[in-house]
């Protein structure tokens, strides 16, 4: 694989149809993410060029460190929208970044839990994936969906399909699919930073201006296999990577949104169709 940045941006201080689960191993012995707090959590992005076998563009990353002003939270929609059209309801302040949730069936609604807030918007469900992001206690943690236990001290969860990386190795089995397409994950190193994920071929770029990225129907057909994006978020950073202790798929294809803003700059990679539910990271909000 081949990996240039293209670009660092650095805002410190401040699909419809039900797809089929991920045949992955189900290792149990997690390793533990060290969360280590800053003084003030950051928010980095960088735009990198990646060249592997059978696919040729980007992955554009939104890094944000651990800290005590460091804000994780799942945003939920009545029906599948925009990325940007869900987070604007949250009114975020800036800087942020937000990615786009998990799947949803046919009829609109969400496979799997969307917890927001301490209240549970769509309940658990095995259909939903076998992995589960939760924040308990401000700390955000990927989990196997069979251990999660409901708790009020998880105030926001948000279930998809399904665990890519888990103590720094993946979890794809060489009998997975091999079917291409446009990628988004959410993924924590062992220092506990929060690394939102979308990666794309070129072909499935439609329209690109400075700060928007429009995907195209391509976005279904080009891109990494899941194997693929699995090893890209599992390796080092020296190697192009972001060092992926745990690391889950989220609804990638056509929902494949990306969107950070700040004062000092802004990028969104906008979905061919749209998505149920964000992930937002906002950074020294009160």
């Known amino acids: 694989m081949t990996l240039a940045v293209l670009a660092i941006f650095v805002f410190a201080r401040c699909t419809p149809s039900p797809p089929t689960p ?7 012995d997690t390793e533990v993410v060290e969360q280590v707090h800053h003084e ?10 990646v060249e592997q076998p059978g696919w040729s563009g980007r992955a554009v990353v939104a890094t944000v460190t651990a800290g005590p002003r460091r804000h994780v939270r799942v945003v939920p929609a009545p029906r ?15 800087p942020f970044a937000a990615i786009n949730g998990g799947f949803y069936e046919t009829d609109g609604t969400p496979m799997g839990l969307v917890r927001a807030g301490g209240h549970d918007a769509h309940a658990a469900d095995p259909r939903g994936g076998s992995g589960i992001l939760v924040v308990e206690r401000g700390l ?11 708790s009020a001290s998880i105030t926001d969860g948000l279930q998809s399909i399904d665990r890519l990386v888990d103590s720094g190795a993946s979890l794809v089995s060489p009998r997975a699919s091999r079917r291409r397409a446009a990628r988004s994950a959410v ?5 506990g ?17 400075e700060s928007r990225i429009e ?23 020296a190697d192009g ?35 149920i539910n964000g992930l937002l990271v906002s950074v020294n909000d009160e």
């Open 80 to 94: 599948p929208a925009p990325l940007a059209e869900i987070i604007a309801s949250d009114s975020p302040p800036q």
């Open 187 to 191: 993924a924590l190193d062992r220092h």
């Open 140 to 150: 955000p943690r990927i989990v196997y969906a069979d251990d999660y236990e409901p």
């Open 22 to 28: 991920l045949d992955t191993e189900d290792p149990r």
């Open 241 to 275: 990577g972001v060092g992926a202790v745990q690391a889950l798929g989220l609804d990638g294809g056509f929902s494949t949104s990306l969107l950070v803003k700040s004062a000092s700059g802004s990028l969104s990679v906008v979905a061919f169709h749209a998505t």
């Open 215 to 237: 995907l195209a129907e391509d976005a279904t057909r080009t891109g990494p296999t899941i194997a693929q994006m699995a090893e890209l978020l599992m390796r080092a950073p």
């Open 193 to 209: 930073a929060l690394h939102l994920v979308v990666a794309f071929d070129d072909r499935a770029v439609g329209r690109e201006t």
């Open 40 to 49: 003030e959590a950051s928010l980095t992005l960088s735009v990198r060029r």
